[in-house]
């Protein structure tokens, strides 16, 4: 029952995004990526409200699910993207596999909202401002302003993390965390970055905890 509900705020986000980019509320990158942020957000704090192996199902679920939609053609406004990209199956398998690297809650946390809070903001806002700051890497087109906001909520996200961790975290891995994901978001093709800047920051985390 725990799984059921855990689903229905994200099957809910998904039809309201679906409806809106039918009825043109937002541009397709605008919804994406606006399901990107509250999806992510909700996910994180996943191991608040379910067991590790919980999550590892719905991982394994949505990960199916994300695979089948791209063959029926539905949810389209999720993956309205010009480019060919698979962002939305690897941010998928990082939630599971996220749970093979740690069972700190506060580590799987910041390694979410790595994708979630940062990388949604570096889309939105290099896409708003980062017309003139635009670069090449592996064929992908990036801004240097969505760039740095991606290094600047990643900075606060972990700066969070070292402040509320029992743990806590110094500043050089703080700044080591956050300059390690933003090179991963920047070179991560094919939306492999949704996938590897995660695991990094677990992965320090777990590391240095």
């Not at 994200?10 to 043109?24: G, K, P």
Request: glycine share 10%.
């Amino acid at each position: 029952m725990q799984l059921i509900f855990a689903c229905v705020p994200v099957l809910v986000m998904l039809i309201v995004a679906e409806v809106s980019a039918n009825h043109h509320v937002l541009n397709g990158e605008g919804i994406r990526k606006l399901v990107h942020i509250v999806v992510g957000t909700y996910v994180a704090f996943w191991p608040f409200m379910l067991d590790w192996n919980d999550i590892r199902i719905l991982s394994l679920a949505f990960t199916a699910i994300v695979f089948v939609s791209t063959r029926i053609k539905v949810f389209q406004s999720v993956r309205s993207v010009r480019r060919l990209s698979y962002g939305e199956m690897f941010f998928a398998l990082s939630v599971g596999f996220l749970t093979l690297i740690t069972e700190s809650k506060g580590i799987y946390a910041a390694a979410i909202l790595q994708m979630a809070w940062a990388d949604g903001a570096a889309a939105l806002i290099g896409q708003a401002l980062g017309k003139n700051t635009q670069y090449k890497i592996f064929g992908q087109v990036k801004s240097g302003v969505g760039t740095l906001a991606f290094l600047s909520v990643s900075l606060a996200i972990l700066i969070g993390y070292a402040h509320y961790s029992v743990a806590g975290l110094g500043w050089e891995y703080v700044i080591f965390a956050a300059l390690g994901a933003t090179l991963l978001e920047n070179m991560g093709v094919l939306g492999l970055d949704n996938l590897l800047a995660p695991a990094y920051v677990g992965l320090l985390l777990k590391i240095v905890a």
